[in-house]
């Protein structure tokens, strides 16, 4: 079906949310907070001003609403992402594709007619992670690969624990799980985000379908070598756990090049850290990402081995911990065909869908429901940050896309293309 | 003249110090503290012993102890060290020297016979600047290279300032610049000191001559690239100062090794410097020392240049900034030379003299007067910790050596062979 969002009244909505709830020193929308909560009443009454939509909460905090279709056997399409943002973010993080959301939702419902198969909006609970460092709890909750012991002693700098924090939001951390019935009949989850990356403008596209995203692979290495004088050692009898260091991380900034992902060194530490002392042992943070679940492992594998290397080649030792480890989440091969057309459509070009960096709330879904988003270029390349932005004209074009991504996967549920859900 | 130290003394009189001001925790000789104190006192019982020897303290707190000569033209040498310690440092680091320098006085003056010139014994204040971060205190004020207006207002951990502390001692600060009389006549200054460092212990020598130390540069140098997502920024477009600070590390090394210096990078502080994002900026510790000027000037720049290159490679920019720089000391050629055959005569092996990384006083004194240091091997190869240790072979030789060295320079003043003194 032809479903054309309204791009003006997204970018109101966006405004108006970002006068209320953020404003120049950027967003103040932390998850769990009151001005979350203020942020999520005011849209609420957005949802509330349309014709046969219904609202509720499910166990683990995350707004849905409803617009029934005219096939009610049970399957229905989602739309959504997030309203919470980090500390002092931007005007786009999330909330763009909740209030695009909205705009499919406010399409649909004036229309007068009902979509083929029902629609679903969703806003997801605390994406950011960013009050208790746990990301995706809300899609994660839905998704069934949260466990409440994982988090319930996380705490904030106040040192209040998450299962407090969502308890006094009426959020029963033991009971989130049960919002995996959410997705009992999905068919489809669609999201639109800005790209947070450099990609879209270094290529002049305004948007673009994503292929899916990154697994992520994180580990602390240390190297140990031996602390001595700066002076009295002479080069030939060091053990410089920094130079080991330094060459394993050249060496894995190489195996990120050649696999077409990405590996950073984003800190080293070293031991004693003094400018008169070679340093003893040098602990390096070390990320790695990958669309392809073999490349990623094939990346971790050469990046160890790199380690290994520079260690010996300066007479160290190494050691590693791994600390994070998230799969590849490829989307829905039908969907990202649809969203690249989509994209072309809404005068944004043909180009390849691009993969992305970061996780998002599709991450979760992508496992268990095809699952497609769609991003707009970001300008400046940068998210998280109060200078976040989008050029108006790629924001217009994502949104038109996004809407007729939504049309083109109602078609496809109800021509019977995605009944594979796993959920 | 035919100079015998007792070893066996010299050895006594160093484990009775670390019994009384130090023990299995380490050294408690902390300059201008009340051990430190209380440990000078117990020094000058010791000199008090000796017949003929007077002892009195100059304007910057350093000890003097003096055995006049057959000759009294004014002109004298110098022998001696410094016995204040690093918090918890170790049994040798310094009050071999003294002990070494008492053994001399003492093996002089029980010798029934003047020497040729007048022998002078110097304990240094306030070699280690661990309180302040001021080394060569008390040698420098000596040598006149201590502005006061520089170290004025250094602040102890408890927030005491230099000149306090040192007035609380009797010094005052401003007037510490008339110790430099103390240095006018004279011809030769010889200081015993352990090695600190592994050279000996891995070419098997016991001691050796010193053949001067090492001019040292240090600057902090920072990389200026771009923070970015570690996820969403492909390779190509990252502007990763790490990477840029870890190549130049990489070549500073080789600089140090092609010129047969000491080039280290101690600590690389990255910014944000969190796992999951690309290095906005990294600053790096430089330390660089050579014993020859020119060698350790083209170091510097070819160190800079690699910094350059470095940032361009990684579309960076570097600036940099010198937090310190000391010239090279040579020694003197004659009492090198001296040393080397006392070496060799005390059962040393005929080795050649090694440069020494760390400064000395005899940094100091060594622009002024003609000088010399011999060096004890150190096994473990490391100082400034309790467990600084040297086998008592290395000591009896290089105390013997010493012994020798000062008699043979005795002999060269009394033949006018080093009336070239610049003080």
């Not at 849905?64 to 931007?90: K, Q």
């Not at 007619?113 to 460092?133: N, Q």
Request: glycine share 12%; hydrophobic share 45%.
């Amino acid at each position: 079906m032809n479903l054309v969002v309204d791009a003006d009244r997204v970018l109101a909505d966006l405004k108006e949310l970002h006068e209320r709830h953020g404003g120049p020193g950027g967003a103040r929308r932390l998850a769990w907070s009151e001005d979350w909560l203020a942020a999520r009443e005011w849209f609420k009454g957005k949802l509330a001003e349309l014709d046969g939509v219904t609202v509720d909460r499910d166990e683990a905090g995350n707004i849905w609403a409803e617009l029934p279709g005219a096939n009610d056997d049970g399957g229905f399409v989602i739309v959504g992402s997030h309203i919470d943002a980090v500390p002092s973010g931007g005007w786009l993080d999330g909330c763009l594709g909740v209030m695009a959301a909205l705009g499919v939702m406010r399409a649909l419902a004036g229309s007068g007619v009902r979509p083929p198969v029902t629609v679903r909006l969703v806003d997801w609970a605390d994406e950011e992670g960013a009050r208790f460092g746990r990301s995706l709890l809300g899609s994660s909750a839905a998704a069934g690969t949260l466990d409440p012991d994982d988090v319930r002693d996380l705490r904030d700098a106040k040192g209040t624990r998450l299962q407090d924090a969502l308890a006094a939001c009426d959020v029963d951390l033991d009971g989130a799980g049960a919002a995996h019935s959410r997705l009992e009949g999905a068919l489809a989850y669609l999201e639109l985000h800005i790209e947070q990356g450099p990609v879209l403008l270094d290529t002049g596209r305004l948007a673009s379908a994503v292929s899916g995203t990154f697994g992520d692979e994180r580990y602390l290495i240390t190297f140990k070598g031996q602390s001595a004088h700066a002076g009295s050692t002479p080069m030939r009898l060091r053990k410089d756990s920094l130079a080991a260091a330094a060459t394993a991380a050249l060496e894995i900034r190489e195996v990120g090049i050649r696999h077409d992902g990405v590996c950073t060194v984003g800190a080293m530490t070293a031991d004693p850290g003094v400018i008169t002392a070679i340093a003893g042992s040098t602990e390096m943070m070390l990320d790695l990402r990958h669309l392809d679940a073999d490349a990623l492992a094939t990346m971790l594998e050469e990046n160890l081995d790199a380690c290994r290397r520079a260690a010996d080649q300066f007479d160290c030792e190494v050691s590693h911990r791994r600390v994070f480890g998230a799969t590849p989440t490829p989307f829905h091969p039908k969907l990202v065909q649809l969203a690249r057309g989509a994209v072309d459509a809404a005068g944004g070009g043909d180009g390849d869908p691009i993969p992305s960096g970061p996780l998002h709330d599709a991450t979760e879904i992508g496992r268990l429901v095809p699952t497609v988003m769609i991003f707009a270029q970001s300008d400046p390349p940068l998210s998280h940050t109060a200078i976040e932005d989008s050029p108006e004209e790629a924001l217009r074009v994502a949104i038109e896309a996004y809407g007729r991504t939504v049309g083109g996967a109602l078609d496809a549920v109800a021509a019977g293309e995605l009944q594979e859900a796993r959920a």
